[in-house]
């Protein structure tokens, strides 16, 4: 994307390895009309999209929805606006390889999910004014999903950082370093719900959320180089929180 615009009318449908970049100084603008803004669901192929704003214009879907695929690469995007229950700003449901980096998305209904076996890599993300979760690791199907998280912020979300897995055959694991989580007021900064969640935390923060940590049922790791502070309750479940040695 040489000039600044916007460069679709209705769903972009990627069934090839591509990379979509607006050049610096571009504006380059995708929107979400009548569905999903970007839609990839083809096997095999890898997917680059790079300085570009992602919006929800009329009726939109989510911002980037994988169902398959092998690689996608996200970097210096926003992605913003997906609101429809039950939806993302970007949405990973397939075991393909996924970065995100220098990326903002906010006010969605959730912000960043990540399903069906995705092996996840966040870093330097602000992920904010997302109406339920800003990072989402969600096993629905039996898979592993893997997450991880450094050197980003989840805030005025629902919940922060939140690994989910029902049963132990949906297993969700995030670890999160260096990363904060706050004004997160109505859930948690931090939480693991379910005997297939595990949540790892080092060098973090939660501070001003309803909860700092929450365990539900799950295993949750706590370095104690975390700091948890300002929370109206700063631990759920404290008996099944490990608090490993540095």
């Not at 980037?64 to 970007?90: H, K, P, S, W, Y």
């Not at 220098?102 to 330097?124: C, E, K, L, Q, Y």
């Not at 919940?159 to 989910?164: K, L």
């Not at 049922?217 to 608090?243: C, E, M």
Request: charged share 15%; hydrophobic share 40%; proline share 2%.
């Amino acid at each position: 994307m040489l000039d600044s615009a916007n460069y679709n009318t209705g769903p972009v449908n990627i069934t090839k390895s591509v990379s979509i970049l607006a050049i610096p100084g571009a504006v380059g603008s995708v929107v979400g009309s009548g569905g999903d803004a970007i839609l990839i669901n083809t096997a095999g192929v890898k997917v680059s999209l790079r300085n570009l704003k992602i919006l929800n214009f009329n009726a939109g879907q989510f911002g980037i929805r994988m169902t398959n695929g092998a690689r996608l690469t996200v970097a210096d995007c926003e992605v913003a606006g997906f609101t429809a229950q039950d939806v993302a700003g970007i949405y990973v449901k397939t075991a393909a390889d996924v970065t995100i980096v220098d990326t903002v998305v906010r006010d969605n209904n959730n912000g960043i999910w990540f399903d069906g076996g995705a092996r996840a890599a966040v870093m330097r993300a602000t992920v904010t004014g997302n109406s339920f979760v800003g990072i989402y690791a969600f096993a629905t199907v039996d898979s592993e999903v893997q997450v991880t998280v450094t050197d980003s912020l989840s805030s005025h979300n629902r919940w922060g950082f939140y690994a989910r897995g029902d049963a132990a055959s949906t297993k969700a694991t995030m670890t999160v370093s260096l990363s904060t989580a706050t004004h997160n007021a109505l859930e948690s900064g931090f939480q693991a719900t379910g005997p297939g969640a595990v949540i790892v935390v080092s060098g973090s923060t939660a501070s001003y959320n309803y909860r700092g940590f929450a365990n539900v049922s799950a295993a949750f790791g706590s370095r104690n180089d975390n700091t948890v502070f300002g929370n109206p309750i700063d631990q759920l479940g404290p008996t099944t929180i490990l608090i490993m040695p540095r």
